[in-house]
Nanobody
Framework: QVQVVESGGGLVQPGGSLRLSCVAS????????MGWYRQAPGNQRELVAS???????KYADSVKGRFTISRDNAKKTVYLQLNSLKPEDTAVYYC?????????WGQGTQVTVSS
């Protein structure tokens, strides 16, 4: 069983920045495909960004150029840098770890963008 724990959410003004962190357990972290998803009230959960074991990244069109996903295998951590935040980025952000056809989710961290 892989444990996934997010941190770093909060309240930020439009145009501001946040960095989310996600720690995942397990000795095979370097092989996990890691992703950040978000879910706003009334909306479906959507993929924000993902990063493979070899560092290939993918982003939702709505966040390209503003968000950056990265990973530190030594720390078993994946990061999501959120810049130029907009009110429509407000959501609960979830970290996901994929390994051997299994999905593991964290409990989510709230990001609120408001003046």
């Amino acid at each position: 069983q892989v444990q996934v724990v997010e941190s770093g959410g909060g309240l930020v003004q439009p145009g501001g920045s946040l960095r989310l962190s996600c720690v995942a357990s397990g000795s095979m972290f370097r092989l996990y495909v890691m992703g950040w998803y978000r879910q706003a009230p009334g909306n479906q959960r959507e993929l924000v960004a993902s990063i493979t074991s070899n560092g290939s990244t993918k982003y939702a069109d709505s966040v390209k150029g503003r968000f950056t996903i990265s990973r530190d295998n030594a720390k078993k951590t994946v990061y999501l840098q959120l810049n130029s935040l907009k009110p429509e980025d407000t959501a609960v952000y979830y970290c996901n770890a994929q390994f051997v056809k299994a999905d593991y989710w964290g409990q989510g961290t709230q990001v609120t963008v408001s003046s």
